[in-house]
């Protein structure tokens, strides 16, 4: 899972290096909302939590969903779904005649 971490950090960071000035609220959201997730999931894997480690884990985990809209256009919903089939089909068809 560290490794996981390691290497979705640095290709967030490398992908949202040079941001234009209408980017730049969205990568920092996007690098916080991930961020937050790893430091998240490091923490949760400790063999022990004392109450510290706990705040910890619930401000990362607060972090998450205020920010985890940045990624909501995103997200693959049934009509979403069924268009990207259609098109799929439409494509077929298209190369097969």
Known sequence: ???????????????????????????????????????????AQYRSHIPDILVYMERHLQTFHWTKDTFLEFLITKATCLEANRQDWDLRELMAN
């Open 1 to 43: 899972m560290r490794n996981l971490g390691h290497c979705i950090s640095n290709v967030l960071a490398s992908a949202l290096r040079n941001p234009d000035g209408s980017q730049y609220h969205e990568f920092k959201s996007a690098w916080k909302c991930i961020c937050t997730l790893v430091d998240f999931s490091l923490m």
